[in-house]
C-alpha cells in the first residue's frame, strides 16, 4: 500500500508519454532545426491511487481541497506531474522528480495545486475552482522572442467549469458561456487531439450577456 504524503495525490498513468519517446527523438534528429517539446507529449491524465489526509493553509495551498476527489477517479492533471525531471540520466532515462516505484510499478506524486479535474462515469468534474475551455485565436502578429506574454484580451466558450475553491463566491459563468481572461494565465493542453485550455476562475474578467428582447 502506498500513502499520500500532505498536499499530494498519488496517481498512475498507462503511459509516461502520449507517443513512443524513441520515435520523437529520431524525428528530430532527422528533421534539421527540430525541437521538441517533450511537456506536450506527456500524460496528463491518469487514475487516483491514494488522497491526502490533509492539506496545509500555507499560501500556495490555501483554498484547495479533496472533497471532489476520491480513489479509483480518474483525474486530468499539470503536464509537469510527469515532466518535471533532472537532467540527468540514469540508463537512458530522466530522473523524474515526482515518480515513486513500488513492487515493479510506477506511480506519481501530484501535488492538489496540479489537479485539474475528476472524471467520474465518463463526466469531465472540474475542481478547486479550475475552468476548461476551448483554445483562444492566436494573434496573426510576429512579437519579438524577447516578448514572452502576448498584449491584450482574449475569450472563449467553456467547456466545464465546476466548484470554486473554498470560502470563494461562484462565478456567474456556466458550460457554453463565452468568457474573457488575459491569456498569460491560461495553459494549453489536448486530450486524444482535442485541444483546450486551462484557467482558474478568479482569472475570468467578465463574460458576454444577451441581449434582452424588448
Not at 120 to 130: F, L, S, T, W
Amino acid at each position: 500500500m502506498i500513502i499520500s504524503a500532505q498536499n499530494q495525490l498519488i496517481v498512475q498513468v498507462k503511459s509516461k508519454y502520449c507517443q513512443n519517446f524513441s520515435d520523437l527523438m529520431k524525428r528530430a534528429a532527422i528533421m534539421d532545426n527540430t525541437s521538441i517539446h517533450l511537456e506536450d507529449f506527456v500524460s496528463i491524465v491518469g487514475t487516483v491511487v491514494s488522497i491526502p489526509r490533509s492539506i496545509s493553509d500555507d499560501r500556495t495551498h490555501t483554498g484547495f481541497s479533496t472533497k471532489d476527489i476520491q480513489v479509483g477517479d480518474g483525474v486530468i492533471f499539470s503536464f509537469s506531474v510527469i515532466y518535471d525531471h533532472y537532467q540527468k540520466m540514469q540508463e537512458g532515462e530522466f530522473i523524474y522528480k515526482n515518480l515513486i516505484t513500488l513492487n515493479a510499478q510506477e506511480f506519481w506524486m501530484a501535488d492538489i495545486t496540479k489537479i485539474y479535474a475528476v472524471i467520474r462515469n465518463e463526466k469531465i468534474i472540474m475542481i478547486n475552482g479550475y475552468v476548461m475551455a476551448t483554445p483562444f485565436r492566436e494573434d496573426k502578429i510576429i512579437l519579438a522572442q524577447t516578448s514572452k506574454k502576448t498584449k491584450g484580451v482574449k475569450s472563449s466558450e467553456i467547456m466545464h467549469i465546476g466548484n470554486p475553491k473554498e470560502n470563494r463566491t461562484p462565478i456567474t459563468a456556466k458550460q457554453g458561456d463565452t468568457v474573457f481572461y488575459n491569456p498569460s494565465v491560461a495553459i494549453k493542453y489536448q486530450i486524444n487531439n482535442k485541444p483546450f485550455i486551462i484557467l482558474q476562475q478568479h482569472h475570468i474578467l467578465g463574460k458576454t450577456v444577451a441581449k434582452k428582447k424588448v
